[in-house]
């Protein structure tokens, strides 16, 4: 019997431990059930650099962009990093007066601007006068809504023809594309409309250092 007793106690230990256990993974799942991690944290796989590859490396589990005209695409496997309705979540830290920018819908190119697609802005500082959370060129942000030095979340929701960005929970830009847009594009950016494509991380220039981590997307029907 006090075999029994004892037999049964381990048991009733490893089954507690084990539930224990799946708690506390559940407790570390991402932002939600659905969110596909785009950045191991450790390397740039899944990612295409295009002009000034050493302008990006990884350190500590963040993406850095320090140094001349440099894009960095997503090429990994989700979706084929063919993305269309979407929420991408990011968080990104700048250094004083720094440059950067999260494009969608985008395509990799080997040089350049980014011609398809939207850029929404990471810039707190910088001289250019479009400030974070700020749809570039389109619906643009005067007074930056986070600082530098400091992590902020940058959010970007698409559905359909609707763009929602976000700042650490705060609604920066709410825009719904209109028609003629989508058939003939803004003056002088023919892309930048709605379609379906990658996104792409923005080195600005050689004086902006910007931080990305915990970079994700949800796939949205």
Known sequence: MAKKLVLTLV???????????CKSTAKKLPRGEGWQSLFDGKTLNGWKANENTNTWSVRDGMLITHGNRSHLFYVG?????????????????TEPGSNSGIYFHTQYQDTGWPAKGYEVQVNNT????RKTGGLYAVVDVKGSPAKDNEWFTEHIIVRGKRIIIKVNDKTTVDYTE?????????????????????FALQGH?????????????????
Request: glycine share 6%; with cysteine.
């Open 77 to 93: 496997p989700i979706e084929n990093a063919n993305f269309k309705n979407l929420e991408f979540k990011a968080d990104v830290m």
């Open 205 to 221: 220039d050689p004086k902006s250092v910007v931080y990305y981590k915990n970079i994700m997307v949800k796939v949205m029907p």
């Open 178 to 198: 209109p028609d003629n847009v989508a058939k003939e594009g803004y003056p002088n950016m023919p892309g930048r409309k709605l379609s379906s494509g990658t």
């Open 11 to 21: 048991l009733t230990s490893i089954v507690l431990v084990g539930c224990h256990a």
């Open 126 to 129: 910088h001289s250019d006068w």
